[in-house]
């Protein structure tokens, strides 16, 4: 009898998870974006650690910018929904030359949950970049889908 | 919050109805086997079977005092016959009243469950569950619709020990095999991207999916008035196997619960009505049992 409590409240609580309106809350932070990291590549690949640029600006080409002059070690960013392709501006630092990254990929409507509603997958083919202030890129996850991952690196040296 | 609370109220009220209606039932044991047992044992070996429909005629046998069981020159002791006796056997048919109660907390399900059990043996039931779920969403971002059916099949095992062979309450744990057909679709949703500005509108037709699972269950069931029973269950459903289109799971699969999940636990609570069909024949061995050296 000494149990009862404690099994009724178990239940309780085990009901009360299971009766969530599930259509109320949307758990996913960012849904179908692209994520992006930079590394500092020293001792030609054998020594590569995260960086953090102290400016960086990112915007698809003609709209708005996604960060300004902020200090960061990755950033996300949404690709165009209505296109196949996307092209992005980053600079890194304000002494830095700018670098242009294009993205070309597969475009697919997914169902993501019932609190989200839907969502656009992008599935990547082709990620084309100057290397102006980017010394190489590497493609960690070509599927942009509703997972927090971080799909792109891009490499440094300085 | 005040929802959820009354629901809990309300369970807890169910609990202690049915532990009062436990109390109510078990004094009336004065039939019992094992009381009668002990007496048989005394002197008049007809009487021993109290609700047996077993021949008597070598019941004497026996009764006899232990120790003419245990001769030093009679090595092979003579065997007792089984006790035979005979327990009601029914179906119990009932609805499943706690799915009402989910469309409180989950406004945009609808769900109706009836279950029944009949007696197989002494201890084993075999349970049945039909049901049927309408689902229906809407939001600024899509619209939802979704209709099915399920059934269950599966096997109670009653861990009630009875005094009283008669009794029909129970303390049960089970296993049930789970299938359900459901047809979804999303008539319209629209997908809004703030950053680029743009709305890309679509829909997902009409699509047909069929789903199984396994579900393990633990509950009791009560006779809170003549042949009127209350039962609550906890259930762990785990799923098998579905077809759902990929990329697009139902919101609900009818019987299981969330389309998404691979595992989900639900409660019921159920209001059942007890219909005497027929009555079983229980043999049980009277030799004692063996004991471990």
């Known amino acids: 009898m000494k149990y009862i409590s404690g099994i009724i409240a178990i239940l309780l609580l085990s009901v009360f998870a299971a009766c969530e309106d599930e259509t109320k809350s949307c758990d996913q932070t960012l849904i179908s974006d692209l994520g992006m990291n930079f590394k500092k590549d020293t001792l030609q690949g054998f020594l590569v650690k995260d960086t953090i640029w102290p400016k960086v600006t990112l915007f698809a080409l003609g709209k708005d910018s996604i960060v300004r002059n902020v200090p960061r070690s990755s950033v996300f960013m949404s690709l165009d929904p209505l296109a196949d392709s996307s092209r992005f501006y980053l600079k890194l630092d304000s002494t830095m030359v700018p670098d242009t990254l294009t993205f070309r990929y597969k475009r697919k409507q997914n169902f993501v949950s019932p609190g989200c509603g839907f969502a656009t997958f992008f599935t990547l083919d082709t990620v084309i970049t100057t290397y102006n202030t980017i010394d190489s890129l590497h493609i960690n996850n070509r599927e942009v889908n509703s997972t927090n991952d971080t799909h792109i690196s891009l490499f440094f040296i300085y | ?293």
Do not use: C
């Open chain 2, 1 to 293: 919050m005040i929802r959820t609370f009354l629901y809990s109220l309300s369970i807890s009220l169910a609990g202690l109805l049915t532990q009062a209606a436990q109390a109510q039932v078990k004094p009336a044991g004065d039939t019992s086997i094992k009381k009668t047992a002990v007496d048989t044992t005394a002197r008049k070996p007809a009487q021993r079977p109290p609700v047996t429909a077993a021949p008597t005629k070598k019941a004497v046998d026996t009764s006899g005092p232990r120790t003419a069981q245990r001769p030093t020159a009679a090595p092979v002791p003579a065997k007792k016959p089984d006790s035979i006796y005979y327990v009601p056997g029914g179906l119990r048919l009932g609805i499943d009243i706690s799915r009402f109660a989910l469309h409180f907390f989950q406004p945009y399900r609808t769900d109706v469950a009836v279950q029944a059990d009949v007696r197989l043996n002494k201890k084993l039931y075999g349970a049945f569950e039909v049901g049927y779920n309408r689902t229906s969403h809407s939001d600024s971002s899509y619209t939802y619709k979704g209709s099915g059916a399920y059934a269950t099949v599966g096997i109670d095992y009653d861990f009630l020990k009875k005094k009283d062979p008669s009794d029909k309450n129970m303390v049960y744990g089970g296993i049930h095999y789970g299938f359900a057909r459901n047809t979804y679709e999303v008539p319209a949703y629209n997908i809004h991207n703030k950053y680029w500005d743009s709305e890309t509108p679509g829909s997902f037709p009409k699509t047909n999916m069929t789903a199984h699972w396994i579900e393990l269950t633990f509950g009791m069931r009560v006779e809170a008035l003549p042949n009127f029973f209350l039962g609550w269950a906890v259930r762990e459903k785990i799923m098998v196997s579905n077809n759902a289109v990929e990329g697009f799971d139902p919101i609900i699969i009818p019987g299981f619960g969330s389309g998404s999940k691979s595992s989900q636990f639900d409660m019921t609570y159920t209001v059942s009505y007890y219909l005497p069909l027929y009555k079983l024949k229980i043999r049980e061995s009277r030799e004692p049992k063996k004991k471990k050296d």
